[in-house]
């Protein structure tokens, strides 16, 4: 078994791996099959000479990343111990502003997959953005809009979701049609709030400038110099998915995102976004980026309860088709 030393310079070890050491004991279980022993500000590795290798380039990253931004995350740790963290690394300070917020606030793409997702709008006019709660889909989608908006490469933007208790449940929440609907919307209108103050939002939503409704009003429209966002859209059936992509105007940009782990449709109706997922696959301007565990910004327990959620729906498709067999 080889071993070898690292040494920490200009880094407190106890800032860098955190109270009781919680920090390195998360590296440590990217590398289970190494010893990593940390004493001071050195840290002894020991195991197979690849993977040590392989630690130590990953070890390079983090403090580098821990050098510039006096911060580091579960969250960071994840995303460069991925297979393009160097990338990631790498285009940390030229991180584009993709518009500034409220309070100063600078709205920036923090993973990997925001960042192909951003990418992937400046080169097409369709893009998919699909993954679980927390990684940012519908946030970036949003501030890529306002962004168009305030570049005038749209005249207005729009934001759609389906209401899935669109039924008769509705008719039992209290208030007008705006009223009834504003609960489904609300995911929308907070992620407004933060790049746009409330007056200038107010008046821009009274003007018509920024559209929110939700999907049923998009019907018989042609969405024209618009930044277009289609949200929740794993709750659109296929006939309302097909509906809402034939609306696109010669100058729109279309944004949808979804959470194919969310689907609230009767359980025999295929998912709209499933259907156009496949449909779409191949075809030229349109783009799908996938997210993932790692692109999760919320509570680090949203992670885990993610996994969690995932192992039970496998366990439970497995013991199903057990049962079938």
């Given at each position: ?18 109270v ?10 990217f ?27 990953k ?12 911060s ?40 990997i ?25 519908t ?9 168009a908006?305030?570049?005038k ?19 039992f ?20 709030r ?6 200038k ?7 018509g ?7 049923a ?39 949808i ?31 799908i ?7 999760v910004?919320r ?5 885990k ?21």
């Open positions: 078994m080889l071993e070898n030393n690292i040494e920490i310079k200009g880094v407190n070890p106890a800032e860098l791996f955190g009781n050491n919680e920090k390195l004991k998360y590296i440590k279980s590398f289970p099959t190494l010893k990593i022993v940390a004493r001071g500000n050195i840290v002894t590795i020991a195991g197979n000479e690849e993977v040590m290798q392989e630690f130590e380039r070890f390079d990253l983090l403090l580098r990343h821990f050098h510039k931004f006096n580091l995350t579960e969250n960071n740790i994840d995303n460069l111990m991925l297979e393009d963290g160097s990338k990631l690394l790498l285009t940390e300070d030229g991180k584009e502003v993709l518009v500034h917020g409220n309070h100063g606030s600078k709205i920036i793409a923090k993973t997959n925001q960042r192909k997702l951003v990418e992937a709008v400046n080169k097409n006019d369709m893009v998919f953005a699909v993954g679980p709660a927390g990684t940012g889909k946030y970036t989608a949003v501030a890529l809009a306002v962004r908006l305030k570049a490469e749209v005249k207005r933007i729009i934001l759609t979701r389906p209401a899935v208790e669109a039924g008769e449940n509705l008719g929440l209290p208030g007008d049609l705006k009223e009834k609907l504003d609960p489904y919307l609300m995911p929308l209108y907070d992620a407004l933060d790049m746009i103050p409330a007056e939002l107010a008046d821009m939503i009274e003007f400038v920024i559209e929110i409704a939700p999907l009003f998009m019907r018989g429209r042609t969405l024209d110099k618009a930044f277009v966002i289609l949200d929740e859209a794993q709750n659109t059936t296929t006939m309302q998915m097909k509906m809402f992509l034939t609306r696109m105007g010669m100058t729109a940009k279309f944004a995102t979804g959470d194919m782990s969310q689907v609230d449709l009767p359980r025999k109706q295929r998912s709209g976004l499933a259907y156009a997922l496949d449909a779409l696959k191949d075809v030229d301007g349109v783009e980026i996938r997210m993932g565990q790692a692109d910004l509570h680090t327990l949203v992670k309860i993610i996994v969690a959620f995932e192992k039970m729906e496998e366990d439970e498709k497995n013991k199903q088709s057990e049962e079938n067999k």
